[in-house]
């Protein structure tokens, strides 16, 4: 049985040149996101496009502001009904029985450098077991060495600098964790979520990767429950999946709100699961040699 979440986010801007903004903030269409029900409302009322990337169920719409203020508000209700599994038993999967749709996935990207990042990954975890217990060692290490400090990074920080920094937010950790899984030939993903446990609440960036013929998700900052993620979208980093891209325009950007709770309206916390999860489907034909 699933738990039923109602969240949401409210984004406010001041349009001072014609604009177009495009938006990545709704649920993913996934089967683990069961029984979603949702509202999207845009002030001023003006038209909007949409699309769905294929096969990674990213979200995206557009729309052409004009000067003056803007305001989109999103609201659903979905189920969340993770899958659990023992994390002894996840094991890595070879890169030669990868399938060949997640090549991009091992490759350095914009704010991923693994390239350069090979040599401290293959000393600090390269003789570890391999499988769910190596990423868990990746995930302490940035956890115990990386200080979680706002204002400590920018929209252009990478792996490499959040790495000498020992600072960040969560998309810091988060490509982190990706730049050392790549350079260990696993296939990582940067991940946007609604995170229920997350205090305050707000977008929240993890990670997935590649094991056994299925993504799992794993979150550095240990700051939300992992079978409390609900996934906006995926991306070989924080550029492909950003909740707003404006083009063209001056803005001025008004204050961010978002919510996660249980729709049941029970706010005892929980204690964290230890359970590997995962809300995507397995690869078909893929697994471990």
């Known amino acids: ?29 996934l089967r683990r ?33 004009q000067p ?3 305001t989109v508000h999103y609201e659903a209700e979905v189920t969340l009904d993770p899958h659990r599994a023992d994390p002894g038993s996840v094991a890595e999967t070879p890169v030669q029985h ?13 704010f991923v450098p693994s390239d350069r990042l090979g040599d401290f990954a293959r000393r600090e975890f390269g003789y570890l077991y391999p499988g769910y217990s190596r990423v868990t060692a990746i995930c302490n290490w940035i956890h115990a060495n990386i200080d979680y400090r706002r204002g400590s990074s920018n929209e252009q920080t990478i792996a490499s600098e959040s790495l000498l920094l020992r600072a960040g937010v969560c ?20 991940v946007s979520c609604y995170a229920y446990g997350l205090k305050p609440a707000d977008f929240h960036a993890v990670f997935e990767v590649y ?6 998700l794993f979150d550095a900052t240990r700051q939300a429950d992992l079978d409390g993620l609900i996934r906006i979208g995926v991306g070989r980093d924080a550029a492909e999946i950003a909740f707003c891209s404006p083009f063209g325009g001056e ?3 008004g204050p961010v709100e978002v919510f996660i ?25 893929a697994g471990a040699c």
Do not use: K
């Open 261 to 285: 709770r249980r729709a049941d309206g029970q706010e005892v916390p929980a204690m964290r699961t230890t359970d590997a999860i995962s809300t995507e489907e397995p690869a078909p034909n």
């Open 251 to 253: 803005v001025d950007c």
């Open 68 to 70: 003056g203020p803007l």
């Open 211 to 216: 094991l056994d013929g299925r993504w799992w």
């Open 171 to 190: 998309r810091d950790f988060a490509h982190l964790g990706i730049a050392f899984c790549r350079a260990l030939e696993i296939p990582a993903r940067y």
């Open 1 to 29: 049985m699933g738990i039923r979440y109602t969240l949401g986010c409210t984004l406010s801007y001041s349009v001072q040149t014609p604009t177009v903004f495009i938006f990545n903030l709704e649920v993913a269409r």
């Open 33 to 65: 996101h069961q029984d979603l029900v949702e509202r999207l409302s845009i002030t001023p009322g003006i038209e909007r496009t949409s699309h769905t990337v294929p096969d990674i169920n990213n979200r995206y719409f557009g729309v052409h502001a």
């Open 98 to 110: 990868l399938p060949l749709d997640i090549m991009p996935f091992l490759l350095p990207s914009r």
